[in-house]
């Protein structure tokens, strides 16, 4: 019943390494989100896209790109790792506002990241 | 700037009583949508209740309500009878993007609610 799936539950990177993080939903969904979870800040968007190729930043770009090739998968990059990137990244993927005026979103279950 | 605020980082709240969790938001576009996310400890997203904009009358979904105020621009959520497994983080979410053809869905910080036997 999976409908969101990260690939990686827990990754332990170097410092300068590329870190490539992978979401694949089954739902469809134009939508696809990627976000970054850190204690009192709450979840802040990096990046998302609304259709395939199509690419928008978030509030957080800065250190990360993104690819999306096929619908169902939205990759998020980090080209050279750095310790302030350590974090719980969080996917997500939502149908567009006018299918469902809710688009709720559906997310992964995670991957914690650890940049040493 | 923060357009998402949720001032309470931590709330307690005895079983069985309501509470009220608060969220204030900014956003320039007339039309959009506001979320409410449950994350317990084991770090599942789950949705509780949506209200758009538009919506005439505040959102229920059976123990949670939305206290939908407007002009305030605030869109606190209630938990009526509270349970021991109420007890987890609570985003406030809003989806923004009108004046675009892609919807952008950013998050508050959250509060953390503990729910005392």
């Known amino acids: 019943d999976v409908k969101v799936t990260q690939s990686s539950r827990y990754l332990v990177k170097r410092t300068g390494e590329k870190v490539f993080l992978e979401c694949v939903q089954d739902?469809?969904?134009?939508?696809m989100f990627w976000y970054r979870q850190d204690p009192g800040l709450g979840l802040r968007l990096i990046y998302f896209?609304?259709?395939?190729?199509?690419?928008e930043k978030g509030d957080i770009p800065e250190g990360y790109s993104v690819s999306r090739e096929k619908k169902e998968r939205f990759s998020l990059i980090l080209e050279s790792a750095s310790t302030n990137q350590t974090s719980m990244y969080l996917c997500?993927?939502?149908?567009?506002?006018?299918?469902?005026?809710?688009?709720?979103?559906?997310f992964g279950a995670g991957s914690r990241l650890t940049v040493l | 700037a923060q357009k998402i605020t949720q001032t309470q980082p931590g709330m307690f709240v005895q079983e069985k009583e309501a509470v009220t969790l608060d969220c204030t938001y900014d956003?320039?576009?007339?039309?959009?949508?506001l979320f409410w996310y449950k994350q317990p400890s084991s770090g599942e997203m789950i949705f509780l209740i949506y209200?758009?904009?538009?919506?005439?009358q505040n959102a229920t979904e059976g123990r949670y309500s939305l206290n939908f105020q407007k002009a305030r621009k605030s869109a606190n959520l209630v938990i009526s009878a509270s349970q021991l497994g109420d007890s987890a983080m609570y985003f406030c979410?809003?989806?923004?993007?009108?004046?675009?053809?892609?919807?952008?869905?950013?998050f508050g910080p959250g509060t953390s609610l503990s729910v005392i036997p």
């Open positions: 997500a993927s939502s149908f567009p506002r006018g299918i469902s005026g809710a688009n709720v979103l559906t």
């Open positions: 739902m469809d969904h134009e939508n």
């Open positions: 896209s609304y259709d395939v190729k199509m690419k």
């Open positions: 956003t320039s576009d007339p039309s959009y949508g």
């Open positions: 209200q758009g904009s538009y919506d005439q």
């Open positions: 979410a809003m989806r923004e993007g009108m004046k675009t053809s892609y919807d952008k869905v950013i």
